[in-house]
Every structure is written in structure tokens, then in C-alpha cells.
């Protein structure tokens, strides 16, 4: 079972870098910044690399991100990859995405797991300047150097709205919900709720 979830893994990795790489398609030099808090949640995340040159809202290169949840013991997810994203499409079609992959390390009390991870969001258009989102963020055991046999995979689950203040500043607010899954599908819940953050392209 555990293999066919790795090959199964190995292959939605590749595609995402693929897609990715394809996110964001004009080069212009930028920085990322993006933060948010909310219920036993805080994130930050820096990133460099390149933007669309027509100053459509997006982003595509080297990305760190830091979560500490504290609901119960507590977690800390760190992750390190290539996050490529563009919240409007083109006119033809204008949803968008958002979508990272990289090595990930989670760290709750004396459970330990590093090893890939892969985030994917879809961005549907509400009206001008403002998106709902759904995503979802795996990071799976099988993919990892300390392979858990008790743990699957863990999982992030959010859904949200996203609102361009101008074009490169971001302002949203989602549920969220991080978990770990075992071997028999029962879930030890690594927090939940509601977080606001401020997203930063220049």
C-alpha cells in the first residue's frame, strides 16, 4: 500500500514542479513576503526570485516558510522549495494557483518527520480583485528519511478568500486545518481555525 502511495507521491511532485515552473512566466527580479497569525497559528515566509513583467499578481522562485501551531503540544513545520504562483489567470481563463514544492521537517513533541512536501491552491475569481481559495498541503512518510511505519501522511486542509489591495499587495483570510494521519486513516489533529495574513510581492 505504502509503495503505491510513494509512486503515486513521486509523481503528483513531479507535476507540480512542472506546473510550477509554468506558473509564473515573465521574468522580473522580486522578493516575497508573507505573514499571517490566527487560532494557535502563526506563519512566515520569505522568498526571491522572479514576477510577471505586465504586473499581473504572482511570484515563481525560492521559498522558506516557518508555521508554529500551537494546539495541544504544539508543532513546528518548516519548509524549504520553490513556490510558483499567480492568485488571476489570463481573461480566458481567470482562475489561478498556487502551488509549492520543497523539503518540509515537522517537529511535535517526539514525533519527527523530513522529507517532501508539496502544496497546491486553486484561486476562483469572485469579482475584480478578490478570490475565494480551496488547497492542500501532503507530506508524506513514505517520501521522508525517518519513515514513520504508524504515520501515512500529514496533511493541511484550507479554504479562503484573498483580496489584491493593489496588484503586489494581498490580504486574505482562510480556515485551516493540519493534521496526521496513520495507517488506519485515524487522525491526530495538529491544530485548526481561522488565520488573516498580508501577502507582499516587489
Not at 81 to 88: D, I, L, T
Not at 156 to 182: A, C
Amino acid at each position: 500500500m505504502k509503495r503505491v502511495f510513494g509512486v503515486l507521491g513521486l509523481t503528483l511532485c513531479a507535476t507540480m514542479a512542472s506546473a510550477a515552473t509554468n506558473t509564473v512566466e515573465n521574468k522580473v527580479g522580486t522578493l516575497l513576503l508573507e505573514g499571517s497569525s490566527g487560532t494557535d497559528y502563526s506563519q512566515f515566509g520569505v522568498g526571491i526570485g522572479i514576477k510577471p513583467e505586465n504586473n499581473r499578481p504572482g511570484f515563481g522562485g525560492l521559498y522558506y516558510e516557518q508555521i508554529e501551531l500551537e494546539h495541544g503540544i504544539g508543532a513546528d513545520i518548516k519548509l524549504l522549495g520553490f513556490r510558483g504562483f499567480s492568485v488571476e489567470g489570463s481573461s480566458d481563463d481567470p482562475r489561478g494557483a498556487d502551488i509549492t514544492m520543497g523539503l518540509s521537517q515537522t517537529e511535535s513533541g517526539d514525533y519527527k518527520r523530513t522529507g517532501l512536501s508539496a502544496k497546491a491552491t486553486i484561486f476562483m475569481p469572485v469579482m475584480k480583485d478578490i478570490t475565494w481559495y480551496i488547497g492542500g498541503d501532503i507530506r508524506p512518510t513514505f517520501l521522508s528519511v525517518d519513515w514513520d511505519n504508524d504515520v501515512l501522511t500529514e496533511l493541511g486542509l484550507k479554504v479562503g478568500i484573498d483580496w489584491r489591495v493593489v496588484k503586489n499587495i494581498g490580504v486574505f483570510g482562510h480556515y485551516y486545518h493540519e493534521s496526521i494521519v496513520s495507517d488506519d486513516f485515524d487522525e491526530r489533529r495538529l491544530g485548526n481555525g481561522v488565520v488573516a495574513g498580508v501577502n507582499l510581492v516587489w
